[in-house]
């Protein structure tokens, strides 16, 4: 009994876990579109690439060519329509286009002219990070467009995989923070719904496993202690939300806490976690456990 009660437990909290964790994905998925918060981004960090801050060389150029944004304008508004995703091969013929390095150019031409080209293109004092990847591509892939293609490709990667990181870190915080909101609006307090569930193993009976937002916040708000308690006052009748118990012993900002940080995590993490926990549950004692269990009753 206890070992089931246990179970019982850990799924309820897992399910919780899972509903605020994908509730959070929902909201912060929705900030990041009303902002534009992926492109913006991306925008940045390409600037930041080809060394240009101000977004009046390189990377305005980049941004005016059809292969790094082929929903813009062009050159008039190169950051109009920014693209939340741009693919590496695509970004790399946009720079050899823009450094002189494609057509029929390069079929015929030695090496020192193709070296020629980029510092005409881009020139060592305007860009000298730049113009030093592409010159030095070009020596290593001994005036092989493709070997020079893929060296930019690659360099490119690795310069959107730290835009990627530093855009996860800050992902994180705001869904830390958007979780903990939803926390207190909603009262999903870790604490109390194990307690809760501790005493009353019944409630998990008809808990399934979703990936579907909506789904888990219905069940979430429908069958768990989660929300907050109506109360009326003697005198006035008036109805007021109140804390259920834990003004008195301050529990509930812990276990609000417990909630959002268990949203770092990621709803994945939760959806396998509570997939397994229902199997298992599911499954039932094994035969050596009922063997034991009759070897004690005799």
């Given amino acids: 009994m206890l070992n089931s ?6 799924v309820g909290l897992v399910f919780t876990f899972l509903a605020i964790s994908l ?33 009046s060389g390189l990377a305005r150029t980049l941004y005016g060519h059809g292969l790094v944004n082929p929903r813009g304008p062009g050159s008039t508004q190169p950051d109009k329509n920014k693209p939340a995703y741009i ?7 946009a720079l050899l286009d823009i450094a002189g390095l494609t057509g029929p150019l390069t ?36 005036g092989q467009m493709d070997a020079v293609k893929k060296e930019v490709a690659d360099w490119f990667d690795v310069g ?10 800050w992902t994180q915080l705001i869904g830390f923070i958007v979780a903990l909101v939803l926390c207190v609006a909603l009262n999903v307090d870790a604490i109390h719904v194990a307690r809760t569930l501790w005493a009353n193993p019944g409630i998990t009976a008809n808990v399934k496993a979703t990936q579907n937002a909506e789904d888990a916040a219905k069940q979430l708000l429908t069958t768990f202690p989660v929300g907050w308690t109506l109360k009326e006052t003697p005198s006035t009748a008036t109805t007021f939300v109140i804390l259920r118990a834990y003004t008195n012993d301050g529990l509930a900002l812990i276990g609000w806490l417990i909630t959002a940080l268990a949203t770092l995590f990621g709803a994945p993490f939760w959806f396998d976690a509570l997939q397994n926990l229902v ?13 034991a269990n009759k070897s004690a009753a005799a």
């Fill in 23 to 55: 509730l959070t994905s929902t909201v912060v998925e929705a900030i990041a579109s009303m902002t534009k918060w992926r492109s913006r981004t991306l925008l940045a960090g390409v600037k930041d690439l080809v060394n240009d801050p101000t977004f």
């Fill in 5 to 10: 009660v246990v179970l019982d437990m850990v």
């Fill in 279 to 291: 199997r298992l549950k599911g499954a039932g004692p094994s035969p050596s456990e009922k063997t």
């Fill in 87 to 93: 693919d590496s091969q695509r970004f790399a013929a």
């Fill in 107 to 142: 079929a015929k031409t030695s090496m020192p002219a193709l070296l020629a080209t980029v510092n005409a293109n881009i020139p060592l004092k305007a860009n000298e990070q730049v113009n030093s990847l592409l010159s030095g591509a070009i020596q290593r892939g001994v």
């Fill in 160 to 169: 959107m995989d730290r835009v990627g990181g530093a855009y996860k870190r």
